[in-house]
């Protein structure tokens, strides 16, 4: 079966074709970083205009990439929730368009199941259930049982910011570029962690949520003063910088570690699957690896970490295959999601 899958969640603008859910034929994406880099974040409306220019050459070329015609392609599949709603309609409606036209059936995709879906990718290996999904991206941070796939129970959340948007707010208040996670991470390996003790939320009604907002306002008061704005000067010498973002990168990472070890332990989950933009940091790896756990971990492989959407079209084989019909053509873009 020949799914296209497509994706404009957030600031990509990306396209898929892939073959039974796990063969990538094409994975086209079109970043937009160069547009809200100037703005330190994605500006909403420039991501929309973005979108509307590139959906259409961004998805003839991953039909052209995978050598398949539009009359070849089975379902459609498009990421519909959750993410900034103009851009979440580009995608939408160009889904609902083509599956009209062409009278094919199409299905919309949680982004952040699809995140999950994609450590399953590119293997021969069917994935072990039940294990435990890790989420982190720049909206989500989350720790699931997975039954299979289809079937999550959330058993912990961000009561605040995502791990992602952390470490884009604490790379602003280095003065760093956006995305900030990239830039963090290139400095924190100059520095030495243990030269700041930083601490991230506990979550007293459920040890398995997250808090990253306190982490992020210690930093601030570290790098501009007590009681500062993100506008305030920095009051450190330059050279601690790096020691900063070390330490802030060691303490978010050694909560998510903790956290998503005593999930796996309490619900006796033998594996953990990983998804989302966070994935792509190298001493994360390192430092689940040098636990030496009685785990399998299983991070996706290059240009399936950040949004892209043979994620997509690999999850959305899967749900078509479960239910055999099309989604209607009234389903939402829907900018949250209350449950999966
Ligand atoms: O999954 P993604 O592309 O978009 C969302 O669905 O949010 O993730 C983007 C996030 C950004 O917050 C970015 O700073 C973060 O992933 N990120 C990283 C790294 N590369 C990307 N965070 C830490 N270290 C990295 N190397
Ligand atoms: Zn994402």
Redesign the pocket.
Known sequence: MLVLGIET??D?TAASVVEDGNKILSNIIFSQVHLHKKFGGVFPELASRSHIDKILPVIEDALKTAKVSLDEIDVIAVANRP?LVGSLLIGLNTAKALSFALDKPFIGIN??EA?LYAAMMGDDKKPVFPSLGVV?????TMLLKISDIGKYEILGTTIDD????S??KV?KILDLS?????E??KLAKQGDSSKYQFKAGRVDKNPFDFSFSGLKTKVLYTVKGQKSKKDYPTIIKEEDKKHIAASF?KCAFEDLIKKAIGASEKHNLKSIYF??????????KEMFQNKNLNLDLFWPKKDL???NAAMIAGLGYHRYKKVLKSDKLDILAEPTISSF
Do not use: M
């Open positions: 969640t957030c990509e993410g982004h952040i995140h982190i991206s720049g909206g989500h995502a791990i992602g948007e470490f884009d790379a956006y995305p900030g996670g990239p963090v991470e990168q998804g989302g933009g966070v994935t792509c940091n190298k001493a994360l970490s950040l949004d």
